[in-house]
């Protein structure tokens, strides 16, 4: 009888880790995410008929993100949390982010680095802070 009685506290225990809600929805919704390119150039020191000189190896100039703030209260941080290449960067956006209107901001996170393409590995939601004080994170 106790053993029984033991097995269906461990059964509930488990029961109980896997009935946890999942993490709320981010209250910012982002519609693009694009890793930029710069093309070195080497200017010669005399004048050169053909313009300048490219290098082979694209870098990166930077990233843009384009969002929207679904939630109906505005917004005054939105951090984001980005992996390109395999370098996770932590990127933070300050203002005013009013409900439904879309951002579009430029960072310089990742310059530098060799491109190898506009699309970062992940781009997502961190957290947010209102102008009430309030936060949303995403548990990550």
């Known amino acids: 009888m106790q053993r029984l009685f033991f097995a269906s ?5 488990v029961l109980g880790v ?3 809600a ?3 929805a981010a209250p910012v919704a982002i519609h693009s995410c694009s890793v930029t390119q710069w093309q070195r ?7 050169n008929p053909w313009g ?32 390109y290449r395999g370098d996770v960067q932590h990127i933070i956006d300050t203002g005013t982010f009013s409900p439904n209107v879309t951002i579009s901001h430029g960072f310089g996170n990742f ?7 506009a699309r970062p590995n992940s781009c997502v939601v961190h957290a947010v802070r209102y102008t009430d004080g309030t936060t949303w994170h995403s548990g990550r």
């Open 18 to 20: 896997a009935m946890v």
């Open 111 to 117: 310059s530098g680095d060799a491109y190898i393409g």
């Open 9 to 13: 506290i461990s059964s509930l225990a």
């Open 52 to 83: 300048p000189v490219r290098y082979n190896a694209p870098v990166v100039d930077g990233i843009r993100i384009s969002y929207v703030n679904t939630s109906h209260r505005t917004a005054d941080r939105v951090a984001f949390l980005v992996n």
């Open 41 to 47: 150039v080497h200017a010669r020191p005399y004048w």
């Open 22 to 24: 999942p993490a709320q």
